[in-house]
């Protein structure tokens, strides 16, 4: 399975960025999709995750501001993000996961977002 992420960039205060990711390759039809994120000099955090059944999840941080979604039959998950802040600023990660199968969990490159003050 392949991630392709695409739509990071550099963006203002408040603006916004949407963020693409497209699954290629073979993986149960019960999976996961989601966004991460790593700020430097920090971990890894959840930003959202939706199932293929729309069951959705944001970190608190995110809520109200920013929105997964997803498109089923291409395994494509989208993350568009409102009134950005500078703490969003981070490398955003892609993630597909199968629900029942924990070796089945990949990750896309990563694209950056910089929010300036």
């Known amino acids: 399975v392949q991630l392709q992420a695409s739509g990071g960039g550099l963006v203002q205060a408040g603006g916004s960025l949407r963020l693409s990711c497209a699954a290629t390759?073979?993986?149960?039809?019960?999976?996961?999709m989601g966004w991460y994120r790593q700020a430097p000099g920090k971990q890894r955090e959840l930003v959202a995750t939706i199932t293929r059944f729309g069951t959705i999840n944001y970190a608190d941080s995110v809520k109200g501001r920013f929105t997964i979604s997803r498109v089923n039959a291409h395994d494509t998950v989208y993350l568009q993000m409102d009134n950005l802040k500078p703490e969003d600023t981070a490398v955003y990660y892609c993630n597909i996961k199968a629900l029942y199968d924990s070796r089945s969990d990949y990750w896309g490159q990563g694209t950056q977002v910089t929010v300036s003050s």
């Open positions: 390759g073979s993986i149960s039809r019960n999976n996961v």
